[in-house]
């Protein structure tokens, strides 16, 4: 954390936080990503980390899964399936046994992504820059917008392919032509679908982005009262106001991450349920 | 916006885990939450034949307990017609067969009476006889006085 208490310091904490650790592509000066070839290795490390951790987890409670009276932890895994089997079984007409196994990987890889975020900003490249000698680390996978747009367009890509197959490539096309608005109003219909069918992943990415970047950042502000401001006795006026302005966000933002990781499942439940219905 | 190969490294990273969830978790725990709700309705669709048995077999016991009933009532009043038949038909044989009893002793008696009055009329004959043959000092021929001795004998 920088010292300074000049507005330079203070933006350059930010910045400094919200640069990826970029390898290949990047620029020298900025570190950010210069070209398409560059990439996020903080951002892959921790998604593919967590993704790991999830697996090991369900690995090694595969190991012994109790048929009769499961124990405190499947218990806890079994309420998560069966919550996730539930808004598949609400949501999502017909049968399809792709659906439920992604929503359900959506939910939690997103929901730890996200927890990333209540870890304590400082606390991660801290120990990389310490320790390691890594000097950039953005520790939060959501709030860069490669994560969320690779689960969205992963997404849009189901859509597309099961809209074609339920369909077929006729009437999937003819849905561009004649919705919402009837045959009459073909080249509107055209644009207004194709709209409607782009808004689908970029809204998807982008919300979760927003929500996360922008809970970041107010951790990062949080953050900075006490570093920043405090020196001599007014420390004693703002560290408790950090802690209890921190307190307050992190409990919040619990909410906020659950929610996001569900809204993300729950949208991506009825996308692909619009794809197999046959009605619009 | 930042666009660059990261992103198409998430895809195979969200691809390649969405598989392994698929396999690792999702599928086991399906197939186990499956096996778990078939046994509970196993359960409870076997508890629910136990009760209906229960029930059943408690009716086919009241039933029998019942029926039994009418049966031991039916075999007592038999039994007891019965007893009444067969003292009514005791009665009947310890009556006639004292009649019989009654009559056979008459008949002996009357036998008895006659043969003794039969009896005692020879020996008053004879009696007679042995008066009459002292009285007349000679003897009497019962042979030559047999007319006369059979009408004294009938008087008698």
Redesign the interface.
Known sequence: MSGSSDGGGTVAYIQHHLTNLCVGDCDPVTHKAAGFWALHLDTVFFSVALGVLMIAVSWRMGQNLATGTPNGFQNFVEMIIDFVSGQVKDTFPGHNPIIAPLALTIFVWVWLMNFMDLIPVDLLPAIASGVLGIEYLKVVPTTDLNTTLAMSLTVFALILYYNIKIKGVGGYLKMFLFHPFGKFFVPVNIVMSVIEELAKPLSLALRLFGNLFAGELVFLLIALIGGTMAVGLGALIWFPLQVVLDLGWLIFHLLVITLQAFIFMVLTIVYLGMAHTEEH | ???????????I??????W???R???????D??A??QK?IADGLAAADKGKHELEMSEKRAKEHLIEAKSQAAEIMAQAEKRGNEIVEEAKEKARTEGDRLITGAKAEIDQEVNRAKEQLRGQVASVAAAGAGRILGREVDEKAHDDLMKDLVSQI
């Open positions: 916006m930042n666009i660059n190969v990261t992103l198409i490294a998430q895809i990273a969200f691809v390649t885990l969405l392994f969830v698929n690792v978790l999702w599928n086991p725990m399906n186990l939450l096996a778990r046994r």
